[in-house]
């Protein structure tokens, strides 16, 4: 099965400044014109996920541009660009290149 | 206004039985593929099992291989997870999600808890 390696695993954020978390994968997950089977959801507490980005880069509808994707190959890249109270709760990668799809870890965001 | 509604979850012996039922509507559901990810109390995302969207090709991870069973009625916008010989580490919410290539719906999932 693919493993994807998510880091930090516990994520402190002051309100307001940036964040960022890494995602790594044993296997490329990068096809054709650099596309990449590879999402990022977010997970409020007691809720259920929320998609964010698809292929790498590309935010859902509804998802504000303090989120951003990057990354090729097999290192993707999750960053908030000013962190809100809203923001609070866990991040997951995952991969659909390949069978079983698998989710990263999860990284827990909290406000300092 | 997208929905997606799951219902069945229960509390179960080892060895017994659930069958899971997922209710869509707001989207062109015979367009999505469809599929069971679980949560196990405190613990990650695992991805369990998926349908195409006509019903024709349906993957399991190795863990309920033989076990479980998908299927999906486009006619009803439903979506099942037939589940037999439960064991205690099955024991998770079960969300529901509808997939194409850039979108994702999520359903507020249903707790399976099997213990004795």
């Known amino acids: 099965d693919v493993v994807l390696t998510q880091s930090p695993l516990f994520l402190p954020v002051t309100l307001g400044q940036p964040a960022s978390i890494s995602c790594r994968s044993s296997?490329?997950?990068?096809?054709?014109?650099?596309?990449?089977?590879f999402n990022w959801f977010q997970q409020r507490p007691g809720q259920s996920p929320r998609h964010l980005i698809y292929?790498?880069?590309n935010r859902d509808s509804g998802v504000p541009d303090r989120f951003s994707g990057s990354g090729s190959g097999s290192d993707f890249t999750l960053k908030i660009s000013r962190v809100e109270a809203d923001d609070v709760g866990v991040y997951y990668c995952?991969?659909?290149?390949?069978?079983?799809?698998?989710f990263g870890q999860g990284t827990k965001l909290e406000i300092k | 206004e997208v929905q997606l509604v799951e219902s069945g979850g229960d509390l179960v012996q080892p060895g017994g039985s659930l069958r899971l039922s997922c209710a869509a509507s707001?989207?062109?559901?015979?367009?999505?593929?469809m599929n069971w990810v679980r949560q196990a109390p405190g613990k990650g995302l695992e991805w369990v099992a998926n349908?195409?969207?006509?019903?024709?090709?349906?993957r399991y991870v190795d863990s309920v291989k033989g076990r479980f069973t998908i299927s999906r009625d486009n006619d009803k916008k439903s979506v099942y997870l037939q589940m037999n010989s439960l064991r205690v580490e099955d024991t998770a919410v079960y969300f529901c999600?509808?997939?194409?290539?850039?979108?994702?719906?999520w359903g507020q999932g249903t707790l399976v808890t099997v213990s004795s």
């Open positions: 999600t509808g997939w194409t290539t850039v979108t994702n719906y």
């Open positions: 707001g989207f062109i559901f015979n367009g999505f593929w």
């Open positions: 349908i195409n969207p006509d019903g024709s090709a349906k």
């Open positions: 296997q490329s997950l990068v096809y054709s014109g650099g596309n990449a089977y």
């Open positions: 292929n790498i880069s």
């Open positions: 995952m991969q659909h290149a390949y069978w079983p799809h698998t």
